[in-house]
Each structure stands twice: as C-alpha cells, then as structure tokens.
C-alpha cells in the first residue's frame, strides 16, 4: 500500500508462525533439511526422501533455536487400538532434541509417529497421568497460571 505522500507502507496480515519443527537426513548421499510445521510434514518429509532413495535416513527435533517446549496432543490413529485405548497422551519436545520413530509421552506411553492421530486440544479422552505430570508445569497464584520456571 502506499500513502498520500507516496511512502510505502505494509499493512499487517496473516503471518504463519515460523516453522517449529526441523527434518534433517542423508538422500542420495546428500545431506537435507527442512522445517516443516507438525510432526505429519515430518513423516511425509522423510517418506518422500524414501521414495526418491530407498537408504535414505531422517531425523526430526523441535528447532534448536525455537525459544520453549512444545506440547502435543495425539493418540493412536482409529482401527489400531480399541476405543478404550485411544486414551490422548500429551507429548513435551524441547528444542534441540533428537527425535525418532516413536514418542514418548508423560506418562511413558510410546507411540509410532506414523500409527498417531495428532489432535488439537480439547479432543478426545484425555490421559489422567498426562494431565497431572502436565500440571506439575504450572504454579497457581492469586494472579492466575503461571508456567513453572
Ligand atoms: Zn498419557
């Protein structure tokens, strides 16, 4: 946009928050990387690399420099467990941290990326010890929630 006066100016609009995640391996005997934005672009990163070089490798982490812990909330996809099973675990990734093929929630329950339906919050029935490690992060005072330092 431009002003009377002829200066250019921008105009805020949506942004898309910079890319948390960071995918990193060898293809074709190059070394790759990529941020991509949740675990899903990650798996369909390195599935990709797959296709293109069947000894290709990859990794994933939240991205060293990203400045806190994500959480992320998943469960097992429908079809691999009894409902009773689908219990949604709540998974904390520091950044810089090497991840695999499986995650590790709270609670110690592991799940394959590529078997986990990831979910926003407030969806499906959540796991008791997920919530109250969960808990132990915040401090409550008379000003409300605060995370724990
Ligand atoms: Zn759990």
């Known amino acids: 946009m431009t002003t009377a006066a002829g200066q250019s100016i921008e105009l805020p609009g949506p942004r898309r928050s910079p890319a948390p995640f960071l995918v990193s391996g060898t293809v074709c005997g190059r070394s790759v990387a990529k941020a991509v934005h949740s675990p899903a672009d990650v798996l369909e990163e390195i599935l990709h690399w797959c296709d293109r070089d069947p000894n ?29 099973r689908r219990i949604v675990h709540l998974f904390r990734l520091l950044p810089g941290v090497p991840l695999g093929h499986t995650l590790t929630a709270r609670c110690g329950e592991a799940l394959p990326i590529a078997d986990t339906e990831w979910l926003a919050v407030g969806t499906g029935m959540p796991c008791e010890s997920c919530l109250g490690l969960a808990a132990r992060d915040y401090v409550v005072s008379r000003a409300g929630y605060a995370r724990r330092p």
Do not use: F, H
């Not at 991205?63 to 992320?72: A, G, N, R």
């Open 56 to 84: 290709a490798t990859g990794n994933w982490q939240v991205s060293s420099d990203y400045s806190e812990p994500i959480t992320l909330i998943a469960r097992l996809k429908a079809g691999l467990a009894r409902e009773t």
